[in-house]
Nanobody, 119 residues
Framework: QVQLVESGGGLVQAGGSLRVSCAAS????????VGWFRQAPGKAREFVASSTWSGDSTDYVDSVKGRFTISRDNAKNTVYLQMNSLKPEDTAIYYC????????????WGQGTQVTVSE
C-alpha cells in the first residue's frame, strides 16, 4: 500500500512560480516512475510530466516544456514539480501518481492540490 500526499498548491499571478510536492509513504520500493497530472474544470485529466524513479529519464507535455521541471529527493521519498512562467491555462488540480515495475499505467494516486493562476 502506498500513500501519496500533494502539497504546495495555491494562488499565483501569471508569470509567477510555484513548486508542488508529493510525499510518498508505504511500499515505494517497487516504483518504476512517478508522474504529475492535472485536471482543469470541465476538462479531462492530462499528463504533465514524469520521471523514472532513478531520474535517468524525464518526459513533459509540450505545453510545459521549458517551464516545468520534475525532480525527486529519494531520501525523502518526495517528488517535486517546479512550475515557472505560469499561465492562467495552467490552472488545475495537480495530482501525482506512481507507476510500479511490471505495470503499464500509473496506479497509485494522491488527492491532488489546487493551483490557480490569475491574470
Amino acid at each position: 500500500q502506498v500513500q501519496l500526499v500533494e502539497s504546495g498548491g495555491g494562488l499565483v499571478q501569471a508569470g509567477g512560480s510555484l513548486r508542488v510536492s508529493c510525499a510518498a509513504s508505504g511500499r515505494t520500493s517497487n516504483t518504476y516512475a512517478v508522474g504529475w497530472f492535472r485536471q482543469a474544470p470541465g476538462k479531462a485529466r492530462e499528463f504533465v510530466a514524469s520521471s523514472t524513479w532513478s531520474g535517468d529519464s524525464t518526459d513533459y507535455v509540450d505545453s510545459v516544456k521549458g517551464r516545468f521541471t520534475i525532480s525527486r529527493d529519494n531520501a525523502k521519498n518526495t517528488v517535486y514539480l517546479q512550475m515557472n512562467s505560469l499561465k492562467p491555462e495552467d490552472t488545475a488540480i495537480y495530482y501525482c501518481a506512481l507507476r510500479f515495475r511490471g505495470e503499464v499505467d500509473f496506479s497509485s494516486w494522491g488527492q491532488g492540490t489546487q493551483v490557480t493562476v490569475s491574470e
